[in-house]
């Protein structure tokens, strides 16, 4: 059986092709664009939990969510820095079953979130188009969809560099308001804490549930290991550089706002473009509008990017049909699988899937808690194995990376609305049933093992 190299000077799919690679900067962008994008659709959690609140969370739910990821993210990519990252190190943690499991909650799941991203920028248009409905709405998002497909397809580089473009584009207005902001502040942020008269438990769910949302996915940078320079080191700077981004983004733009506002009562989704729109004029309102949309399609670009190199790696190991696995001779890039999922996008945006995503969101839970534990099982079968990164702590920070998300997450799955009780749970069944039809009807299986660095 083939054995896939973790020599990350070897980033070589196992059918033979080559993967191009990009350096820090444009790896960061696009990182960035994935986990945040900009101070876009969360604005919510002021409404929903109070200022004091809400702040809280965005400012302190990091450390015990992302961070715990991103350690667990480095030590395992120090230790098997393959393209696949998190499905690869399930899969070398707890055998081919679960290895499976982990891709195909990934890939399946995230169809549901890039159909979205595609509406949500028609939706943008239709404040200055209102005409822009049914069909035409749908072509225009599956336009949207088919253009950062192709952009991604020509190459990691296109991507990359686009990403930067678009961080760009959406932080000039941002800084705009945030300058602005600072001469009018008139209120006190934090006040009140909680919304007056609300029940605690409803306001501490919602809250925990967006800020999570916001802070998740940070495993998902290891599914293009085998496309960066020096993936060691490389990925452990884009972990160190992008949580404090996230988080200035999340807190300093919107905590400025409500300084000057004081209007918390009043924050919905992308309240961000009316209060810019109140503080600055309708010139900063015009150009907050510009940057969300922008911010939607680095979302949905970054999600392209890293949501298609999972199945591809997965039938580069046996898992699925080969031909889905091939990389671009040109372009190094798995064009049939960011074809195929392109299709799933464009099909699902003429549904209304803003509720599906947070059934998404429990193939998330548990695509991160196998990264997790993986870590924690590797610590067991290869205890000596040489690691550039280590987490820290030794048995406390392994509890640390393993209690508080877990916590987490069973909080936010007690939190579910009752429609993702009844369908949350068969998408989750879909990864079985795939497995055995696959593996049993089709007779495919792994070709491939995945050997850590000795």
Known sequence: MPTVSADPEQPTPSDGSRLRQIGFLPLLCIFYGYTAGGPFGYEGIFHDSGPGMALVFLAFVPFFWSIPISFASAELNS?????????????????????????????????????????????????????????AKWAGACLVLIVLAYLNARGIQVAGWLSVALLVAVMIPVTWLCAISLFHMHYNPVIPFVPPGAPFGSVFGRGLALAMWNYAGYEQLSSTTGEM?????????????????NILTYILPT???????????????????????????????????????????????????????VPATMAQDGYLPAWLGKIHERYGTPTRAIAVSTVVYCMLAKFDVEDMVNIYIWTRIATTLLTLFAAWQMRRKLPNAPRSFRIPGGALGIAYILIFPLVLCALKIAQSEDYVWRYAPLLLLSGPAAYIILRYIFKLKPTTEISPTA
């Open 79 to 135: 230790l098997l820095p393959v393209q696949g990252g998190f499905y690869r190190w399930s899969r070398a943690a707890f055998g081919d079953f679960w290895g499976f499991q982990c891709g195909w909650w990934n890939w399946s799941g995230t169809f549901l979130l890039n159909s979205l991203y595609g509406v949500l920028v028609m939706d943008y248009l239709g404040i200055y188009f209102p005409s822009l409905t049914g069909y």
């Open 229 to 245: 320079k020096n993936p060691q080191r490389t990925f452990v700077r884009i972990l160190a550089w992008n949580t404090p981004m």
């Open 255 to 309: 905590t400025l706002a409500l300084a000057v506002l004081g209007n918390w009562q009043e924050w919905k989704t992308d309240y961000i473009v009316t209060a810019s729109r109140l503080i600055g004029g309708p010139a900063l309102g015009a150009a907050m509008l510009i940057a969300a949309m922008v911010g939607t399609l680095s979302l949905s670009n970054s999600t392209i990017l890293y949501t298609t190199r």
